[in-house]
Antibody, heavy 118, light 108 residues
Framework: QVHLQESGPGLVKPSETLSLTCNVS??????????WSWIRQPPGKGLEWIGY???????IYNPSLKSRVTISLDTSQNQFSLKLSSVTAADTAEYYC??????????WGQGTPVTVSS | EIVLTQSPATLSLSPGERATLSCRAS??????LVWYQQKPGQAPRLLIY???NRATGIPARFSGSGSGTDFTLTISSLEPEDFAVYYC??????????FGQGTKVEIK
């Protein structure tokens, strides 16, 4: 059973960079069995997939965010991270890290709220 | 980008009743369709993958069907803990993976 836990600042100023980390336990980010994703959910709205990273370091991003997103792996800490640059109020959301195993996001973190405001 | 449209937006039912939720894709996703349940303040939970396969630990009252562009999630007899928002998601061909806008199943 993979367990995920997000961490990072809950408040980010407009135009700055949002940085979040997902700590993984019960599984390895070096495993070829998993894809590691970030997903967000604005208040009262639906889910938006941001992108994923594979154990090889290969990444795929949502084209709508691609120019601002970086997802990276830290195998020494068994974690992966999200950076989203030039944030605006539209980036205010609950941010989830999630793990895709066989098919679909089988494991999720509890989510962390991020507000973009000066 | 594949657009997923869920209907209805809200379903008002009583415990014990049957719930039928629909998800329609803007183009074929074959059987690469996933269903999630989300309760307030919680992360989504995987229910069904590849259109009709129940995830580990999911009760048999949840079933999924469909292929191509039209999919259905059925809850055969609603339990009190089933009142929640349900999302579909495709994982067909190439990203971006997209989600439907959700169907809220509420107590009538």
């Amino acid at each position: 059973q993979v367990h995920l836990q997000e961490s990072g600042p809950g408040l980010v100023k407009p135009s700055e960079t949002l940085s979040l980390t997902c700590n993984v336990s019960g599984g390895s980010v070096r495993s070829a069995s998993y894809y590691w994703s970030w997903i967000r959910q604005p208040p009262g709205k639906g889910l938006e997939w941001i992108g994923y990273i594979y154990y090889s370091g290969n990444t795929i991003y949502n084209p709508s965010l691609k120019s601002r997103v970086t997802i990276s792996l830290d195998t020494s800490q068994n974690q992966f991270s999200l950076k989203l640059s030039s944030v605006t109020a539209a980036d205010t959301a609950e941010y989830y890290c999630a793990c895709e195993e066989v098919a679909g996001f089988a494991f999720w973190g509890q989510g962390t709220p991020v507000t973009v405001s000066s | 980008e594949i657009v997923l449209t869920q209907s209805p937006a809200t379903l008002s039912l009583s415990p014990g009743e049957r719930a039928t939720l629909s998800c329609r894709a803007s183009q074929s996703v074959s059987s690469y369709l996933v269903w999630y349940q989300q309760k307030p303040g919680q992360a989504p939970r995987l229910l069904i993958y590849d259109a009709s396969n129940r995830a580990t630990g999911i009760p048999a009252r949840f079933s999924g069907s469909g292929s191509g562009t039209d999919f259905t999630l059925t809850i055969s007899s609603l339990e009190p803990e089933d009142f929640a928002v349900y999302y579909c998601q495709h994982r067909s061909s190439w990203p971006p993976w997209t989600f439907g806008q959700g169907t809220k199943v509420e107590i009538k």
